[in-house]
């Protein structure tokens, strides 16, 4: 059985950080994309940030680079998203998702075939 669980979301002051977990199993972790995504009640999901686990590949959103920094741990399955000087704009509910790498376009949520089920971060100004 395929899980994602996020864990590390929180509430915190502008220009304060959290690191978002993403423990995965059930497939073959070092063969998929795993992306970081966030969502707003009321506006579309929108891609932050994905790694390739298979090449190493990082990317981002334009709007969180340098302050944010995927990484990932293949031993222990497990993708972070290290988020510093964190802005109210950046309150959502954030999910990690896993898609083949070979299929899949990092920061668009279509073809991920696998999500979790979300943790809240709300940044308070």
């Known amino acids: 059985e395929v899980q994602l669980v996020e864990s590390g979301g929180g509430l915190v002051q502008a220009g304060g950080s959290l690191r978002l977990s993403c423990a995965a199993s059930?497939?073959?972790?070092?063969?998929?994309?795993i992306g970081w995504f966030r969502q707003v009640p009321g506006k579309e999901r929108e891609g932050v940030s994905c790694?390739?686990?298979?090449?190493?590949?990082?990317y981002y959103k334009d709007s969180v680079k340098g302050r944010f920094t995927i990484s990932s741990d293949s031993a222990n399955s497990t993708v972070y998203l290290q988020m510093n000087n964190l802005k109210s704009e950046d309150t959502a509910v954030y999910y990690c998702?896993?898609?083949?790498?070979?299929?899949?376009?990092?920061?668009?949520?279509?073809?991920?075939?696998?999500w979790g089920q979300g943790t809240q971060v709300t940044v308070s100004s």
């Open positions: 998702a896993a898609g083949i790498s070979i299929i899949v376009v990092c920061l668009s949520d279509f073809e991920y075939d696998h």
């Open positions: 790694i390739d686990n298979s090449d190493g590949n990082k």
């Open positions: 059930g497939f073959a972790f070092d063969d998929y994309a």
